[in-house]
């Protein structure tokens, strides 16, 4: 499919909306930002509605998605120490980086939206082509926004993708942070992966964490961001209210 599709692209008819949960900052007992995450427009889980996503209508759905989180974090984020926002992509719903983001920098103007608070975060869940995949980020790093790896351990090529492009930050995947507290096999891995990270320039953000004993563990690790239950969890069109102790 061409950039033609970012004119008379096949709509995605199922209306939705989004919640959000904030990956907060430890250091400064502060959120970082928050992550908008796809919800029925009763509040229900993402799946009904990425089911009915494909190859003819990922497009106009990938792009309903930067609309609608966009405008929501508008009317929600503080404008004073505005945090950031998270925006899930999908690399092949993005056929010519500068020409399907218009909708994008329409959204962010017309809201009043700063595009240096703006993070594309992606997940390999296929396997992409990383010339192309390259070009979406490096054109979005020009325009002004931040990038992010997410699901970072689990996708098809995070190690090699990192030795061509540094994003501003990396998501580690959950399965290294699920129970790190007693695994001193985990413990290793993230500690070097954190190591790695911080020689390249690049900010870690560990996610999926539920525990006070994983929380404890990670911070030891130096760990800065952090996203999971344990800190909140995503409230429908709304933000969510961070643990006060963690906050103090």
Known sequence: MSCQACKNGISFRSAFS???????????????AHEALVR?????????????????????????CRVRAIELAASLFPRSDMPHLSINFMPNAVYEP???????????????????RIIFEFT?????DTAHLLNILRSYREIGFKTAIDDFGAGYSGLNLLTSFQPDLVK????L???????????VVVRR???????L?????????????????????GVDLIQGYYIARPTFEGLSDISLALAA
């Open 18 to 32: 989004m919640a959000f949960q904030p990956i907060m900052d430890v250091r400064v007992g502060q959120v970082f």
């Open 172 to 175: 580690l995947d959950m399965d």
């Open 201 to 221: 320039g690049v900010t870690a953000v560990c996610e999926g964490i539920e525990t006070a004993g994983e929380f404890a563990t990670l911070t030891d690790l």
């Open 124 to 128: 390999e869940v296929e396997k992409l």
């Open 193 to 199: 992966t954190l190591d790695m990270l911080r020689d």
């Open 177 to 187: 942070i699920r129970g790190i507290d007693t695994d001193r096999v985990k413990q």
């Open 40 to 64: 029925g427009l009763d509040g229900s889980g993402a799946a009904n509605v990425l089911s009915l996503v494909d190859h003819d209508n990922r497009y106009a759905f990938d792009q309903q």
């Open 98 to 116: 500068r020409a399907c983001i218009r909708q994008t920098l329409e959204t962010a103007k017309r809201t009043d939206f700063p595009l240096d």
